[in-house]
């Protein structure tokens, strides 16, 4: 499921029912992390288990970029408030690899797997 705050609206109200749903069992994810209202603020407000780089910055990265830098970054924060990271749009091994040696939880892109409909994504748990 995925669900948009809508910019001003009171903070407090998706606070707590963001609290609700972590106490139901559904893991809370900040999507597109670093880019638009996606900011670090938002760590502070709302109840927060994942944070999924945005994938504008894992596209270029390389191990000699300001990409990478800001990958690391983002993930050693995730880590010390004790949140689980995503990096999204991983095309190749090169972004995979170095992803995984900075301590990136989860990959999510084409070098993983393209959409799939329900029954090739079914195929694909049982295959992998």
Known sequence: MSARI???????????KLFEFRQAG????LDDFGTGFSS????KKFPTDYIKIDKSF?????DVSNDKVL????????KKLGISVVA???ETQEQYDILKRMGCD????YLIARPLSEAD???FLIAH
């Open 106 to 109: 989860y990959a999510q892109g």
């Open 88 to 90: 999204e749009g991983v």
């Open 71 to 78: 990958c690391e970054a983002i993930i050693v924060l995730a």
């Open 40 to 43: 670090i603020s938002y760590l």
């Open 121 to 123: 994504f079914e195929s």
């Open 6 to 16: 809508p910019f001003g609206l009171n903070g407090r109200a998706w606070q707590r």
């Open 58 to 62: 894992v596209k270029s990265m390389t």
């Open 26 to 29: 559904v893991d809370i994810a």
